[in-house]
């Protein structure tokens, strides 16, 4: 609320009346509590962000401890995740090895994918990859319409074929190391 306070203060000598000074106050407690109150509904109310989250769907695993049903290795595509956004990639189980980056990997897995019938891909990230390049071949499972895909971990041949890729001897016409 606002006040008005004023000082009676007389006729002082001459016979003069002066005008009285009127000072005033406003209490802002009112105005400070919808300050408040505005503050605290927005805060609830606003959704600060969202979440963007890529859908992983895993399989169920198996009651019973029967044997995981074997894949032709004819059908299996490997990629492997190296340093500097490399990509090695082979088919069946040591095949001979054809290095890429991961620009190039969609037309390899649609290539794949359209001579292949059923094809399935195991991503095997090195320790020398980075996380985005296991995010951006997933997401290229996604693009490509891979249904069978898996993380894997990396085997002692996949290990050669990335240090011999280092050393220089694997080169992109897909010599075997």
Avoid at 1 to 19: F, H, L
Avoid at 60 to 82: C, F, M, T, W, Y
Avoid at 118 to 128: A, F, H
Avoid at 159 to 168: H, R
Wanted: without cysteine; glycine residues 6%.
């Amino acid at each position: 609320m606002a006040e008005i306070n004023s000082s009676a203060s007389g006729s002082q000598g001459s016979g003069r009346t002066r005008r009285l000074r009127v000072s005033t106050r406003v209490d802002m407690t009112p105005m400070v509590d919808l300050a408040f109150l505005l503050l605290t509904f927005f805060m609830l109310t606003t959704e600060l962000s969202k979440q963007y989250v890529m859908p992983l769907t895993m399989p169920a695993k198996p009651d019973n401890d029967e044997q995981v049903p074997l894949i032709n290795g004819k059908r299996v595509l490997s990629v492997v995740l190296g340093p500097h956004d490399k990509v090695h990639w082979y088919m069946g189980e040591e095949g001979m090895p054809t290095v890429t980056s991961m620009r190039n990997i969609r037309k390899v897995l649609l290539e794949k994918r359209s001579q292949v019938d059923s094809l399935y891909v195991m991503i095997k990230p090195s320790d020398k990859s980075r996380y985005q390049n296991m995010v951006d071949i997933l997401d290229e499972m996604a693009i490509t319409d891979i249904k069978w895909f898996s993380l894997v971990t990396i085997t002692d041949y996949d290990k050669t074929v990335l240090a011999d890729a280092s050393v220089g001897q694997a080169s992109t016409t897909g010599r075997q190391p």
